[in-house]
């Protein structure tokens, strides 16, 4: 299987809410699937907050490659390289498409059940970091 990483500049560069708008428009453009992962802004950014994506991807899955997201906070954000930024070719979130989510232990129940409040396309695991 072909995998896509992308890393993503977040804390100091970007608040979490400025970052998960970065991820959405480079995993989903103007993509119909936009519109599933814009729909988990909230519990998106206080997981971005919480660094859930530092040591451990955001993966989606679908008809093309798998995508894994990271984000860069502290000196990694503000030393990014902006081709680490550049856009799919073709959305992830095109045609039947997944994503997972991960997250501390302590924080997988609440965020299981927001998430699944707002999307049934991402779901939460439990981060292996």
């Not at 498409?97 to 927001?114: G, I, L, N």
Request: net charge negative.
């Amino acid at each position: 299987m072909t995998t896509l990483r992308r890393d993503v500049a977040s804390l100091p560069v970007r608040s979490p809410s400025q970052t998960w708008e970065a991820i959405c428009e480079l995993v989903a453009g103007q993509s119909i699937g936009r519109a599933d992962i814009v729909a988990a802004t909230d519990v998106a950014t206080q997981l971005i907050a919480q660094e859930a994506l530092r040591n451990d991807a955001l993966i989606f899955s679908g008809n093309g490659p798998q995508v894994r997201i990271y984000t860069l906070h502290d000196e990694d954000a503000t030393s990014a390289d902006p081709d680490d930024e550049r856009p799919l070719v073709n959305p992830a979130t095109e045609g039947e498409w997944s994503a997972s989510f991960p997250v501390d232990a302590s924080d997988f129940e609440w965020a299981s059940r927001a998430m699944a409040k707002v999307t049934s396309r991402i779901a939460i695991r439990e981060s292996e970091s």
